[in-house]
């Protein structure tokens, strides 16, 4: 098995979405390879809102998107790059999370006043 590429040499940014998930990125390794693009780079792909198309409205941040093909989606994408050589850089905003009653950590108040911190006044 090759290693994942260390050196930055090209990256090319991959949009996920619930009609483009980590079996569509992993089909284009190959293609990506050969042009010579030496990482991955996802977009968001924590559980997010339903229906968002970007990521950045996550919900949980505990779970990769079920919309994007779950863990083992990643970990197949994951090993698929390593074995030709690419690496995967993961777009990962720790401040950005849906801010209504999708996200449990937001709608319970014990929840948000651990997590966030907000300014009342």
Request: no cysteine; hydrophobic share 40%.
């Amino acid at each position: 098995m090759n290693e994942a590429a260390s050196e930055l040499r090209a990256t090319y940014r991959l949009q996920l979405t619930s009609s483009f998930g980590f079996v569509a990125a992993r089909a284009l390794v190959p293609y990506l390879r050969d042009l010579g693009v030496s990482h991955l780079y996802l977009s968001p792909s924590f559980h997010a809102r339903p229906g968002s198309t970007h990521g950045y409205d996550v919900i949980d941040p505990r779970q990769v998107s079920e919309d994007l093909g779950g863990s083992e989606g990643l970990r197949a994408l994951s090993d698929t790059a390593r074995a030709a050589g690419l690496g995967l850089i993961l777009d990962v905003v720790p401040n950005h999370m849906a801010a209504d009653d999708a996200n449990r950590y937001w709608a319970d108040p014990a929840l948000r006043a651990k997590f966030f911190d907000i300014d009342p006044s």
